[in-house]
């Protein structure tokens, strides 16, 4: 079946502009994270939805950063008045949930804000 | 001191050797370890997963851990110029906040024809 998909696969967009990032999860998965990998930096952890739940947003940045998910499924990651630090490829999973469940990752949105 | 530590490299090998991937960690809440591939711009795909020390072998790869040394280890044997990416391992604990990954800086391979 179809994997994670993320759009736009690559945004450029000057500082102060907002940016809307989409994913759309594998069918069925109850779980959905946003990751962000910066240069040298690795991946880490910005928020997780869990079915109906409220959101864990311990790993969001700033109050600039913030999430929804509509309907148990699709999300959208919305960074406001983008800064050049929040150049990043940012990178969205789903899981079916549970604690050995696999998480599946999308190709990722490369953010580049000039 | 970052809670995972991994030597980010480059690594570069010719084809059919041995390769060693390497991650320390200091939080002994880690009870779930990981190792995911990620081809250049696409997304981390899963390779290995455990939960106890000792090793656990899929094919070429065998996955080691040592959780009285908090350190874990990925080998690839008879490298293949496809294996070429980067190797990032992975954590979780196993209660709270168990849903999240902690990920090391990931070791960048080139396995040479």
């Known amino acids: 079946g179809a994997g994670v998909s993320q759009s736009p696969s690559n945004k450029v967009t000057e500082k102060g502009k907002d940016v809307e990032l989409r994913c759309d999860p594998i069918s069925g998965h109850t779980a959905l994270y946003w990751y962000r990998q910066s240069l040298g930096q690795g991946l880490e952890f910005l928020i997780y939805f869990q079915g109906n739940s409220a959101p864990d947003k311990s790993g969001l940045p700033s109050d600039r950063f913030s999430a929804e998910r509509t309907g148990g499924s699709v999300s959208t990651l919305t960074i406001q008045r983008t800064q050049q630090e929040d150049s990043a490829v940012y990178l969205c999973?789903?899981?079916?949930?549970?604690?050995?469940?696999?998480?599946?990752f999308g190709p990722g949105t490369r953010l580049t804000v000039l | 001191q970052k809670e995972v530590e991994q030597d980010p490299g480059p690594l570069s090998v010719p084809e059919g050797a041995i390769v060693s991937l390497n991650c320390t960690y200091s939080?002994?809440?880690?009870?779930?370890f990981m190792w995911y591939r990620q081809y250049s711009r696409k997304g981390p795909e899963l390779l290995m997963y455990t939960y106890s020390s000792g090793n656990k072998e899929d094919g070429r790869f065998t996955a080691q851990v040592d959780k009285s040394s908090k350190y874990i280890s990925l080998f690839i044997r008879d490298s293949q110029p496809s294996d070429s990416a980067t190797y990032l391992c992975a954590m979780r604990n196993s209660g709270g906040s168990n849903y999240k990954l902690t990920f090391g800086k990931g070791t960048l391979l080139t396995v040479n024809p």
């Open positions: 939080n002994s809440a880690f009870q779930y």
């Open positions: 999973a789903s899981s079916r949930g549970g604690l050995r469940d696999e998480q599946f």
